[in-house]
């Protein structure tokens, strides 16, 4: 499930650009977060709320470099 921007509290969420992080809950559902800048930070932070099974980063969103 994709999670719409009125649900994120970041500024820099609702900012074009940036990779998409995909998070699995304890409780199976998959929430795929947009717009993320600095995914290592998003998943650390998310992973410490503990409901999180697994995150990653989407490589398909990945920017060129």
Same mark, same amino acid.
């Given at each position: 499930?994709? %999670?719409? =921007?009125?649900?994120?509290?970041?500024?820099?969420?609702h900012?074009?650009?940036? %990779?998409?992080?995909?998070?699995?809950?304890?409780?199976?559902?998959?929430?795929?977060? =947009?717009?993320?800048?600095?995914?290592?930070?998003?998943? =650390?932070?998310?992973?410490?709320?503990?409901? %999180?099974? *697994?995150?990653? %980063? *989407?490589?398909?969103?990945?920017?060129?470099?």
């Amino acid at each position: 499930m994709k %999670v719409g =921007d009125e649900y994120r509290s970041s500024n820099l969420s609702h900012t074009p650009g940036g %990779v998409t992080v995909v998070v699995k809950l304890t409780n199976g559902k998959i929430l795929e977060y =947009d717009k993320i800048k600095y995914p290592n930070r998003y998943i =650390d932070k998310v992973i410490l709320k503990g409901n %999180v099974k *697994d995150a990653w %980063v *989407d490589e398909s969103t990945e920017q060129q470099k």
